[in-house]
């Protein structure tokens, strides 16, 4: 007598099971490999070298294929980004974001702001935060906006303990210490990468030395505001002697320091820096970037190295406005979009020490900004009133932070209402991600 199994011969169970497993194996084989697919746009990856069209393909936050043409079939989820650009999410090397303490005019306070209402609308991902907390108030910062933030946020360490604070708090010598700077960069290294040194109004070198000191102590660069000008501190030596390669001059076009010499040509000093493996970057601000100044550095060959807004609460509302405004400019002043989408994505993250980000090697964290680039007739602002026109402008139609969707003004990876059901978005739904993302246990 044969065995049976559930009123089945062992024969006929044995047949039932491999066609069950047939069945699940082929339903297997056609389930989506991709969560996403960005199809036919215009993909500009400094650190890979491409600009050119190509697909990029997102599975489980992380860039797993980017090819001249993919197999929509592949993807759970497809969006048509022909004539549009696809760059790795952008970097702000340079803004303000702790705010929330409620102190008037200060930095750790309400000159900042918090960063996810201004970051993602402009295809920025991560955002650098140019010392507004030291050690003595940094876990605060810490704890209530980079730890809530849907943004990236990295900071620097100022140098000052009390932090970006105005007044005599950024002028007391006795609160800048290398020691215990450098001992909460070394806790914190998550997030912090460099020190900060900012506002200084004396002549002495004093807050640059130290902040060496504790940037040497931690292994991490320094980033340089170099507060009121003085004969006796002059730019050149700053950059030809006090600061590391590696060590990052901001404001660079702000020719308030004598970036631009007496006759209108740029400072050799500015050069010779370059030349030692200091770096430069835009760090816009409210009073800190001037047509005349960049327009004569670019013509004499001398772009920054990364472009970054000084985010806060005036530059904003001023000519800065954002980063993708801030990049136009540099469009607007003859710099290629390779070279702007660089300054934006790569370079920055090089100068954190950063490298996972700001690319889309297969494997890399999938930020992507996928920009649209406007012709017409448009006019930008500097920090001091004066007006450039450009011919053409860049605005950001999509972001994805770690391979989800943040900015979607125009529904492009929305389906029509007409499609959904009528009842579509009622209270308490939590379909609304699943328009867009498969589900997961």
């Known amino acids: 007598m044969k065995r049976r199994v559930d009123g089945l011969s062992r024969r006929e169970f044995l047949a039932g099971s491999a066609a069950f497993t047939l069945a699940c194996s082929a339903r297997s084989a056609e389930e989506p490999q991709f969560d996403l697919l960005l199809r036919g746009g215009h993909l500009i990856d400094p650190r890979n070298g491409l600009s050119a069209v190509r697909d990029v393909a997102v599975h489980e936050g992380k860039v797993a294929a980017v090819e001249e043409v993919i197999d929509p079939g592949r993807a759970f989820k497809i969006i048509e980004c022909g004539g549009l650009f696809v760059t790795p999410g952008l970097i702000d090397l340079h803004v303000h974001v702790f705010a929330g303490t409620n102190e008037v005019g200060s930095y750790a306070g309400d000159n900042s702001l918090y960063p996810d209402g201004h970051t993602f609308r402009s295809g ?36 000052v303990g009390h932090g970006m604070r105005g007044g005599d708090i950024e002028q007391d010598l006795e609160d800048m210490k290398a020691d215990p700077t450098a001992a909460l960069a070394r806790e914190h290294a998550d997030v912090i990468v460099g020190v900060k040194t900012a506002h200084y109004a004396a002549p002495d070198w004093y807050p640059v030395e130290e902040s060496v000191r504790a940037g040497d102590a931690a292994g991490i660069p320094v980033m340089v505001d170099f507060g009121a000008d003085h004969p006796e501190r002059p730019l050149e030596t700053l950059l030809g002697e006090k600061l590391r390669p590696g060590d990052i001059y901001t404001h660079c076009f702000a020719g308030n320091r004598r970036e631009l010499l007496e006759d209108g040509t740029p400072n050799p000093g500015l050069f010779a820096g370059r030349e030692r493996g200091v770096v430069f970057d835009v760090g816009h601000g409210a009073g800190s970037f001037k047509w005349s100044v960049a327009a004569r550095c670019l013509e004499a060959g001398f772009p920054a190295d990364s472009i970054s807004t000084d985010l806060h609460f005036a530059s904003m509302n001023a000519g800065m406005e954002s980063q993708i405004t801030t990049m136009n400019k540099f469009l607007a002043l003859g710099e290629s979009l390779d070279d702007v989408i660089r300054q934006s994505t790569w370079n920055p993250a090089r100068q954190m020490n950063r490298e996972e980000l700001g690319h889309l090697s297969v494997g890399a964290i999938a930020d992507v900004a996928v920009l649209r680039k406007e012709s017409g007739a448009f006019g930008f602002v500097d920090s001091f009133g004066a007006r450039h026109d450009g011919t053409e402008k860049l605005a950001c139609e999509m972001t994805f932070k770690d391979g989800r969707l943040v900015w979607d003004p125009s529904g492009r990876t929305r389906r029509d209402w007409r499609e959904l059901p009528f009842d579509y978005g009622r209270q308490g739904d939590s379909r609304w991600d699943g328009i ?6």
């Open 436 to 441: 867009l993302y498969r589900q997961r246990s």
């Open 124 to 159: 920025v991902t991560t955002v650098l935060d140019a010392g507004c907390a030291g050690w003595r108030n940094f876990e605060t910062f810490r704890e209530t906006v980079i730890s809530r933030s849907r943004t990236r946020v990295l900071a620097l360490a100022n140098i």
